[in-house]
């Protein structure tokens, strides 16, 4: 009976980003979703540590064709989140609670209708895109198999992922990051029970996934509707006349997103040409990278809703120290990845038990190009203040820019001088333009808009 007066309380309180420290206001923001995000990219190195003590590189190679496609549907998600960030965060911001929370339910439904229809549409074509890929034989099975299994689970992920950025938006740090959190602790619990107890194999670390992914739901959808009340009922008129707003920014968001999926698939069809073993490595790096840059990932995530309140409260200057702060934060975060990075090397090799192609590309990674992805968490911040005022096909562009005149030519060249090597060194090398081209454009439009608002 305690409960509904501290709800009410929370509801009824000011927009939190537009006073106050804004480097507090970041860290925080980034040491929550950092710790949601970290449990769920352990969860998933966990699943493939897991999967490496079957003794099979099939199946490490079978996951790495599978996390291409994956991260493409993920990408739907990522786009309507980012459109929930944007739009709510404003109004909060502004002070328009009630749109705010129509807003919310909005974006929920959008949400769930486009995950469903593409969940769909990728589950029909999961023989032929793996085959694009380059998965042949045992490990085109064992990836088809992995996907066919957690292809009807993709709607309530996006919806978790559109409940944890309406989280945000409100500056609720700790429940945002309580939806990954829960569900990557049940992830990690049931991937053994699953494999091993089961004996599943990689069908039981797709089922584990499966029922992370309902706590995930659950967990935000709780949030948003009991917490915070930022969510009113649906009606179809309103949805009619916020799906224009939510599509202005979801489906360039969505491309934005989609490009990276596509750059690192040209890269997995690019590695497999050198053999299952380059794969392996390329998966394993694929799990540890975002371990070790989750921070960066979820300061991407943390400057939107940040920016997004300033904006609708028209505090140019705050955002733009917001984004410098913002980027300052990427380079140290950079560095003590690296750092980490360099001195686990040999223990990572090991735990996966890695040999050949698939440990050259490990310590390649974590001694050498680990630093060089400031300059993606330069383009991923950049491309959360773009998508939060209104000018996502800035984003958009750079990151195609990124996915096709940075990456095919550089990894083609890579492959062809130094194989597998050349390859990841190629995929690394050719964010630095873009990070930068980014930074310039974002300082930019912030001077184009204070001089529109003055």
Same mark, same amino acid.
């Given at each position: 009976?305690?409960?509904?007066?501290?709800?009410?309380?929370?509801?009824?309180?000011?927009?939190?980003?537009?006073?106050?420290?804004?480097?507090?206001?970041?860290?925080? /923001?980034?040491?929550?979703?950092?710790?949601?995000?970290?449990?769920? =990219?352990?969860?998933?190195?966990?699943?493939?540590?897991?999967?490496?003590?079957?003794?099979?590189?099939?199946?490490?190679?079978?996951?790495?064709?599978?996390?291409?496609?994956?991260?493409? #549907?993920? +990408?739907?998600?990522?786009?309507?989140?980012?459109?929930?960030?944007?739009?709510?965060?404003?109004?909060?911001?502004?002070?328009?609670?009630?749109? @705010?929370?129509?807003?919310?339910?909005?974006?929920?439904?959008?949400? =769930?209708? @486009?995950? @469903?229809? #593409?969940?769909?549409?990728?589950?029909?074509?999961?023989?032929?895109?793996?085959?694009?890929?380059?998965?042949?034989?045992?490990?085109?099975?064992?990836?088809?198999?992995?996907?066919?299994?957690? /292809?009807?689970?993709?709607?309530?992920?996006?919806?978790?992922?559109?409940?944890?950025?309406?989280?945000?938006?409100?500056?609720?740090?700790?429940?945002?990051?309580?939806?990954?959190?829960?569900?990557?602790?049940?992830?990690?619990?049931?991937?053994?029970?699953?494999?091993? *107890?089961?004996?599943?194999?990689?069908?039981g670390a797709a089922w584990a996934t499966v029922f992370s992914r309902i706590v995930f739901m659950a967990v935000g959808l709780y949030g948003v509707i009991?917490?915070?009340?930022?969510?009113?009922?649906?009606?179809?008129?309103? =949805?009619?006349?916020?799906?224009?707003?939510?599509?202005?920014? @979801?489906?360039?968001?969505?491309?934005?997103?989609?490009?990276?999926?596509?750059?690192?698939?040209?890269?997995?069809?690019?590695?497999?040409?050198?053999?299952?073993?380059?794969? *392996?490595?390329?998966?394993?790096?694929?799990?540890?990278?975002?371990?070790?840059?989750?921070?960066?990932?979820?300061?991407? +995530?943390?400057?939107?809703?940040?920016?997004?309140?300033?904006?609708?409260?028209?505090?140019?200057?705050?955002?733009?120290?917001?984004?410098?702060?913002?980027?300052?934060?990427?380079?140290?975060?950079?560095?003590?990845?690296?750092?980490?990075?360099?001195?686990?090397?040999?223990?990572?090799?090991?735990?996966?038990?890695?040999?050949?192609?698939?440990?050259?590309?490990?310590?390649?990674?974590?001694?050498?190009?680990?630093?060089? =992805?400031?300059?993606?968490?330069?383009?991923?911040?950049?491309?959360?203040?773009?998508?939060?005022?209104?000018?996502?096909?800035?984003?958009?562009?750079?990151?195609?820019?990124?996915?096709?005149?940075?990456?095919?030519?550089?990894?083609?060249?890579?492959?062809?001088?130094?194989?597998?090597?050349?390859?990841?060194?190629?995929?690394?090398?050719?964010?630095?333009?873009?990070?930068?081209?980014?930074?310039?454009?974002?300082l930019r439009l912030f001077d184009r808009l204070a001089r529109e608002r003055a």
């Open positions: 009976m305690e409960a509904r007066p501290a709800a009410s309380s929370r509801a009824d309180a000011p927009p939190k980003f537009v006073t106050g420290s804004l480097l507090r206001h970041i860290l925080v /923001m980034s040491g929550a979703g950092g710790v949601g995000l970290g449990a769920i =990219f352990l969860s998933d190195l966990a699943n493939i540590v897991f999967l490496s003590w079957l003794d099979d590189q099939a199946v490490l190679a079978a996951v790495g064709y599978a996390s291409s496609i994956l991260f493409f #549907t993920t +990408s739907i998600g990522i786009g309507f989140a980012i459109a929930a960030t944007s739009l709510v965060s404003r109004a909060l911001g502004a002070g328009r609670r009630l749109r @705010a929370c129509r807003l919310s339910v909005n974006a929920h439904l959008a949400t =769930f209708v @486009a995950s @469903a229809l #593409t969940a769909v549409v990728i589950y029909l074509a999961i023989p032929w895109l793996l085959s694009v890929l380059g998965a042949t034989g045992h490990t085109h099975h064992l990836a088809a198999r992995y996907l066919q299994i957690l /292809m009807p689970s993709l709607p309530a992920l996006t919806v978790a992922m559109t409940s944890a950025a309406v989280l945000r938006s409100a500056g609720d740090a700790r429940r945002a990051m309580n939806v990954t959190l829960f569900g990557a602790i049940v992830n990690t619990i049931l991937d053994p029970i699953f494999i091993f *107890a089961m004996d599943l194999g990689i069908e009991r917490v915070h009340r930022l969510m009113a009922s649906p009606k179809l008129n309103a =949805f009619k006349v916020d799906a224009p707003a939510f599509a202005a920014i @979801a489906v360039p968001a969505i491309l934005t997103n989609v490009a990276t999926p596509a750059s690192q698939a040209y890269v997995t069809a690019a590695i497999a040409t050198h053999g299952d073993d380059a794969v *392996a490595g390329w998966a394993i790096i694929g799990r540890v990278l975002p371990v070790a840059f989750g921070a960066i990932y979820a300061l991407s +995530s943390s400057i939107g809703p940040i920016v997004g309140q300033n904006y609708g409260a028209r505090e140019d200057a705050r955002m733009r120290e917001a984004f410098r702060l913002a980027l300052g934060v990427n380079a140290g975060l950079t560095l003590v990845a690296w750092v980490i990075l360099a001195l686990t090397s040999g223990a990572v090799v090991r735990l996966f038990g890695a040999t050949g192609d698939a440990a050259h590309l490990i310590f390649l990674f974590n001694v050498w190009l680990a630093p060089l =992805f400031a300059f993606m968490g330069a383009l991923f911040v950049a491309n959360a203040v773009f998508n939060t005022l209104d000018f996502p096909h800035y984003a958009t562009v750079l990151n195609w820019g990124r996915a096709t005149i940075g990456t095919i030519p550089l990894v083609h060249l890579g492959s062809w001088l130094a194989g597998a090597e050349g390859v990841l060194i190629a995929h690394m090398a050719g964010g630095i333009f873009f990070g930068c081209l980014a930074v310039w454009i974002c």
